[in-house]
């Protein structure tokens, strides 16, 4: 077998493995997963998006120059960091003092809490980690050797223990689990603004709800079958797809424009 048969291959599985994210955006709206999973809609690049993937480089930047020197240089790793940006903040027209300062503020939070021993440095941060076993991949945030235990966690924008985020980060610590032949028995949701945890038991019936949910995503991309329209009207006036995908009103236009039926 040739080398790019074997890369070919690894790359389908890849692939067609069940995403962390996956399993979150499913908890959140199943049609959600269709679009991107079955239809390959990739989701619009967005401010927002760019600011969260800035707050992970700065933290793992910061906590490698930790691990290297006892301390980091805030100032010099914000602004390395944005640097990478430019484009974008441009297109988007940021606030740079505003997005400066904001970044400053929390992680200014974060090195006190190192200082204070209030923050463990994590023993691996922003893992890729993938099992054909599972059939799950993930891209793991921060894993913590407390004492011997291991606790896999995720940054978000609050502590809120949604069973979305549940199911993200225990894909991350099932895999992790299976990766290192160990055990994992806590998951931690973490705030990248003010670098306060949430702890949560990964009990077996979250174990399970993960497997389930895998399966479930599955099913509905090897089916092709949309899944119905979320319930909840909050969901969709927040959500990306409403008026391109699911609002009916726009569905109906779409469909007699020119006499002509279009299917999405
Ligand atoms: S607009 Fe509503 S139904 Fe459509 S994907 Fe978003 S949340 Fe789901």
Redesign the pocket.
């Known amino acids: 077998m040739g080398w790019v048969e074997v890369t070919f291959k690894t790359l389908f599985q890849v692939f067609s493995m069940i995403s962390a994210s996956d399993l979150s955006a499913w908890d959140?709206?199943?049609?959600?997963v269709?679009?991107r999973r079955v239809l390959g809609i990739k989701p619009e690049k967005k401010e927002v998006m760019i600011k969260g993937t800035i707050k992970h480089s700065i933290f793992e930047r910061l906590i490698d120059s930790y691990k290297k020197t006892g301390s980091f240089d805030i100032e010099k790793i914000i602004e390395d960091t944005i640097s990478e940006y430019n484009e974008d903040f441009e297109k988007f027209g940021t606030n740079m003092d505003e997005l400066r300062e904001d970044l400053k503020w929390s992680f200014s939070i974060l090195e006190e809490k190192i200082n204070k021993n209030e923050f463990p440095i994590p023993e691996f941060c922003e893992r890729w980690i993938e099992s054909e076993n599972l059939g799950l991949k993930a891209r793991v945030d921060v894993i913590f050797d407390e004492s011997g235990e291991w606790v896999v966690g995720d940054l978000k924008t609050n502590v809120s223990d949604f069973l979305g985020p549940k199911l993200q980060i225990g894909v991350g610590a099932l895999l992790f689990e299976e990766n290192m032949n160990t055990e994992v028995n806590k998951i931690k949701i973490i705030s990248h603004n003010i670098w306060e945890e949430k702890e949560v038991e990964l009990t077996d019936e979250l174990r399970e709800q993960i497997l389930e949910t895998r399966d479930e995503i599955k099913q509905m991309i090897e089916s092709e079958e949309i899944p119905?329209?979320?319930e909840?009207p909050n969901?969709?006036a927040?959500?990306?797809?409403?008026e391109s995908?699911?609002?009916p009103k726009k569905k109906s236009e779409k469909k007699t424009e020119n006499g002509v039926k279009k299917s999405f």
Do not use: M
């Open positions: 959140f709206c199943p049609r959600q269709y679009f119905s329209l979320c909840n969901k969709c927040s959500c990306d797809f409403w995908h699911c609002n």
